[in-house]
Structure formats: C-alpha cells, structure tokens
C-alpha cells in the first residue's frame, strides 16, 4: 500500500484491525523483509520493489471487500496527510512540511492514480479534495504539469460532476495552477464553477476563496475596477475570524490601487495585509506583500525606503529555497539594479529569473511587466546587446544554490 515507505502509525490506520501491525513488522524486520530508518525525524518503513512487487501479486488475491476497504483506508490516510500540510505549506513551517509530503509524494501518486480508476463518488470526492489540497505543492516543487492532468482527468469523471465542495476545492486548485500556467480562459472557467457551487452551498468561506479567485480574471485582462469591486465584495463575504483571507484580500486591493495609479492609496491595505500576513504565520504571502510594498514606494520614488521590504522577502524566498518564490524577488531587484546604474546585475538578475520560469513552468502575469517595465530591455538599452546577451547568459548559467548565494553574497 505504500510505494513510497511510510511512518509505522500509518501502518496502523491503514493496514491494522484484525492484525498486530508492530507484531507483524517485526517479523518481517527479522526476515530482512522490510527495513526501518529514519526520516524528517520519524521512523519509517520500506520494502525493496522486488519485495514490494511479490506483495502486490499476493495483495491482488486476497478477498476483494477486504482489499477494497484496505485501499479506502490509504486514499483517506492520503487526503488527510494532505490537508493537514496545506495550511503549513504558506506558513512558517513550510519547509517541513514540504520535505513530509517529499517523502510521502509515491504513497500520494499511488492513492490518486486509484482515485482515477474507481467508480465510487465518496472515493472520487476524496481523491478530488487530496489534489485540491495540494497545488501549492504541485506549484512550489515545480510539478505543475503533473498536477494539473491530474485535477484535470479526476474533475472529468463522472462521479466528479456533483455540484458540492470536493468539486469546488478541486476547481479553484486547477484555476490557481492555470494562473501560473497563464491559461486565463481555462482559469476563468473554473473559479466561475467554483463561485457558482459555493453559492449555491451557501458555504461563506468557500464562496469568499472562490470570489477572490475570480477577482484575478479582470486584473489580467486590464480591468482592475471590475478587480477592485469583487474584492470589496469578498469583503462583506469573508468570515471574521479568516485572517488569511482577509490579508490577501487587503493586499490585492493595495496591489490594485497600486496598478490604477493610486501608489499612496495601496500603501495602507498593503501594510494592513503585512500586519495579518504576521499574525498568522504565512511567510509565502508575506513575501509577496512584502515585494508589493516596495513597489508602491518604487512608484512614489522612495525606492530607499522599500529596500528594507525588499530584502526581507529575498530573505525568506532564500530561506524557503523555493524557485518559485525566489523568481519573484529577482524582478524586482533587477528593476532597482537599472535604476542605480548597475544594468549588468540587472541582465544577470533576468537571464536567472529566466532560467527559473523555463524548468519550473512559470508564467508572471504580464500586469507587472506593463505597470513597472522590462527590466531586461532596460538593461538591453543600456548595455548593448553582445553586453547584455554575455550578461544574461551567466544568469541563466547559475544554479538556484547559486542564486541564492548571489542575495547572501550582497547582504554581507
């Protein structure tokens, strides 16, 4: 049952009742059948794959109620696993959480590929709410493609069309990785079914997720007005006591006045979301509001007074050793590289981001280039283009501990 190993408590709840699972470990430590180690801080348990191969043939003849019931109890140990990191995976605890679900990803690929095979709509819906948990982790280990056909190929079953929670979860993962992906058309299409099935529960939370999720689709298409009211709506929506709700909808509504042109006006919910951002622990967003910030003061020509925001989240993009996250701190430094006359960091800085978006399959939305320019062809202008293309390329050349290395090299 688990491909990919698993901690002895897992075991338990998927294989015990009728057997004594420590008992029947140690009897098969003894026949150096399975092996224990140690991992993330946990003991666990694996066989070779020819062991694992004999068990499987053996498993696949016992009776199949029972084998039915073992394999439900794996997919709902999966999908609580799952949301049990997602939280985790914005927050301090990140990295952890992240290096968990590392050592789980066969067991959660073993429990989804049976998701797609079954006819039951309770198994379906847990399959459907395993993979909605986890896009920020399909997006933050570069598995976009994976996660995407996989949201894809289980929303299309048939027992995946009731129009309740585990279908609105799943589809506003898929609009988050189409976002990412820039796939906005496929985007729009989901958050708008996941808005209309939220509606209809009448489940406040799940309708305010699913409504700042819609707010995305006028921001890219240039409508930020259109963006601005939904997001006031998600505010009337949005339960008291969502505090990461709340900080991101304040922070997109900064992040929107900042992109009509009221700098002054995005600085106060900006902040505000910064505030919430802290109050919960959620270090990813945080990043993001962080970089926002010193946009605004880019924009009002205080870039001093936003580096201090700046490198605060280069730090925690460093720390979390996550491309994705890294790519977004190393726009904005190039844009202050061309403003202080440094446009062959700025190449470097590009010719990086570039190499970042090209192996994990990332897309920024093209808003931010139009408000604050191209930071390559500023540096291109400046450059020439032989300069800037030699530049570029020792950026694309770097490896992300070598990025890394690049913002720790200049903070000392």
Not at 88 to 116: C, K, P, S, V, Y
Not at 245 to 257: C, D, H, N, P, Y
Not at 263 to 286: D, K, M, N
């Amino acid at each position: 049952m688990f491909p990919g190993g698993c901690t002895i408590e897992a075991a338990e709840t998927v294989c015990g009742g009728s057997t004594d699972v420590l008992d029947a470990l140690g009897v098969l430590m003894d026949h150096s059948l399975v092996r224990r180690f140690e991992a993330d801080g946990s003991v666990r348990i694996s066989m070779l794959e020819t062991i694992r191969e004999y068990a499987a043939l053996r498993f696949s003849e016992i009776d199949p109620g029972e084998r039915s019931s073992i394999e439900r109890r794996h997919a709902e140990q999966v999908r609580v696993l799952a949301e049990r990191a997602q939280p985790h995976l914005t927050g301090q605890q990140q990295l952890r959480w992240f290096e968990m679900l590392d050592l789980e990803l066969e067991n959660i690929r073993a429990a989804l590929d049976r998701a797609e095979r079954v006819t039951d709509p309770d198994e379906v819906a847990t399959g459907l709410r395993t993979a909605a948990a986890l896009w920020r982790y399909w997006q933050r280990r570069g598995h976009f493609a994976e996660g995407r056909a996989r949201l894809e190929r289980l929303l299309s079953k048939p027992q995946a069309q009731t129009r309740e929670a585990p279908r609105a979860l799943a589809l506003g993962a898929l609009g988050s990785i189409d976002y990412w992906l820039t796939n906005y058309d496929a985007m729009q299409a989901s958050y708008q079914e996941a808005a209309d099935i939220a509606r209809s529960l009448g489940d406040r939370r799940l309708l305010a997720r699913a409504l700042f999720h819609l707010t995305f689709t006028p921001v890219v298409a240039g409508n930020p007005e259109e963006g601005m009211r939904l997001l006031e709506h998600c505010l009337e929506v949005v339960e008291r006591d969502d505090l990461a709700m709340q900080a991101e909808l304040w922070g997109s509504i900064g992040v929107g006045r900042l992109f009509s042109g009221d700098a002054i006006g995005a600085t106060e919910p900006i902040e505000r979301s910064i505030t919430l951002y802290r109050e919960v622990g959620e270090q990813l967003a945080l990043c993001e509001s962080l970089i926002a910030l010193a946009g605004v003061y880019l924009v009002l020509e205080r870039t001093e007074d936003g580096l201090p925001h700046l490198a605060e989240a280069t730090a925690i993009a460093c720390a979390s050793g996550n491309p994705i996250l890294l790519a977004t701190v190393l726009g904005p430094h190039a844009l202050i590289a061309n403003l202080t006359g440094r446009a062959d960091r700025a190449a470097t800085l590009v010719g990086a981001s570039s190499r970042l978006e090209r192996e994990y399959d990332v897309n920024f939305p093209e808003v931010g280039l139009a408000f604050f320019g191209d930071p390559a062809e500023q540096a291109r202008a400046a450059m020439g283009d032989d300069a800037f293309e030699l530049a570029w390329a020792e950026g694309e050349a770097m490896t992300l501990a070598q990025m890394i290395e690049l913002f720790e090299d200049d903070s000392e």
